[in-house]
Structure formats: C-alpha cells, structure tokens
C-alpha cells in the first residue's frame, strides 16, 4: 500500500523557472511532511518540512504549500537553478511513537540552461 | 565526521552469501533507521533503534534480515542467504529526538548488488 504518492516522476525546467512537485497522503495520522533532496551516490538531505498547522512554509527559493483537506502537499521551487538538478522526494511520519518516514517515489529534476 | 557513517560503500557478492552492512550515527543521536532504496523507488523503511527500547523490526521485508545496535550507539543490518532482490541502497539515517519529529540526517548509503 503506497501511502505517499508523488508526481510527476520527473520534471524538466528552464532555468529560471518554477519546479513543482506534488505529493497526496492517505494516512491521516501524519503530522510531519519533509522533502528531502538527493544528489546522484549521495544519501537524501533535508530541504524543508511542513507540519499540518500551517499552510505554507517559505525557505529562500524553495515553499512547501500544504493542504489539509485535500491531504496533499508541494514544493515549489522558485528561480530554479541548474544545481537543484536533482531526485526529490516526499515523506511524512507520525501516527505513532516512531517519527519513520513514508516516503513517495521520487520525482527527478532537471533544470535546463 | 559530523555526519553518519556508513560502510561499506559499495559491496557486491553472491548470490546466498551473507552480507553486514554497518552504520555509524552522529554522535549524541539517539534515534537510527534503516532504509532500502531500490533502483528507481523511493526509500522503504526496515528498522528503527530508540535508545534501549525495543527496535520497530515492522519494515523487514523477511526473516533473512536482521540488525543490531551495539551499546546506544553503531548498527549493523545483517543479510542472510542474499537473493538478487535484495540489490539495493541501503541508506542509515539518525536523528536526536524522534518525539519531536526532529529531522533525520542520512549517510550516503552502501550499493549493494547481488551477482
């Protein structure tokens, strides 16, 4: 049962562009969503997270828009850059007293010059 | 380091030879996990130490998969009788405090491929 879905599975950008990724959660126990960003041979990093008591949360370029009815959530990333070129992924954890992340399949980021 | 640790980074062996994968957390982290990442998928959970809690072995896709944490502190995920399906990444992560949904900060992962 895959409870994180995110699209696209990848995306092509111009530079200076908006990159956006979208993830859909089923588990309503959720109440931590993080992306996480991955280079090639390198381990997933974090580049912002989101709780459900918000709706939006801005770090420089990047903003995660969250939407609680909806149980969706997306990154948005702003003046896209050719070094976010990158695999993103979604997660979210909660719903118990381990914080293990759910991740979605990823979606991979090519920016363009 | 100031990251986690993991090694080794690359291991290939044959198919139904034993494998230990070994990960070294930040220090002062008292939370680890393990996590498979296979080609083209997201990360897939497979364990998680608390400190001197009982681990969360619900991720374990069989019974040829185990782990130990030694002392709080380094972990090693153990394969037995390897099979081709368990070529993968196999990322550790850890974190300070999971109650408060603190980040989990990941190694690089070792490739694992099964000939």
């Known amino acids: 049962q895959q409870q994180v879905k995110q699209s696209p599975q990848s995306l092509i950008v111009q530079k200076g562009g908006i990159s956006i990724i979208n993830c859909a959660y089923e588990?309503?126990?959720?109440?931590?969503f993080p992306w996480y960003q991955q280079f090639p041979g390198k381990g997933p990093a974090l580049l912002i997270a989101?709780?459900?008591?918000?709706s939006e949360k801005k770090e420089g370029r990047f903003t995660i828009s969250f939407n609680k009815s909806a149980k969706q959530f997306s990154l948005h990333i702003m003046d896209s850059q050719p070094g976010d070129s990158a695999t993103y992924f979604c997660?979210?954890?909660?719903?118990?007293?381990?914080?293990?992340?759910?991740f979605g399949t990823g979606t991979r980021l090519q920016v363009t010059l | 380091g100031a990251g986690v640790s993991q090694s080794p980074s690359n291991k290939v062996t044959e198919k139904g030879k034993d494998v230990e994968l070994r990960c070294d957390p930040i220090?002062?982290?008292?939370?680890l996990y393990w996590y498979r990442q296979s080609l083209g998928q997201g990360l897939e959970f497979l364990i998680y130490?608390?400190?001197?809690?009982?681990?969360?072995k619900s991720g374990l896709p069989s019974d040829r998969f185990s782990a130990e944490r030694t002392g709080g502190s380094v972990s090693t995920l153990t394969i037995q009788r390897t099979q081709q399906e368990d070529s993968a990444v196999y990322l550790c992560?850890?974190?300070?405090?999971?109650?408060?949904?603190?980040?989990?900060?990941f190694g690089d992962g070792t490739r694992l491929s099964i000939l």
């Open positions: 992560a850890s974190s300070p405090r999971p109650r408060d949904n603190q980040p989990q900060h």
């Open positions: 997660a979210a954890s909660g719903g118990g007293t381990a914080s293990k992340l759910t």
């Open positions: 588990n309503t126990a959720f109440d931590y």
């Open positions: 130490f608390q400190g001197n809690s009982a681990p969360d």
């Open positions: 220090s002062g982290h008292t939370a």
């Open positions: 989101i709780r459900p008591d918000v």
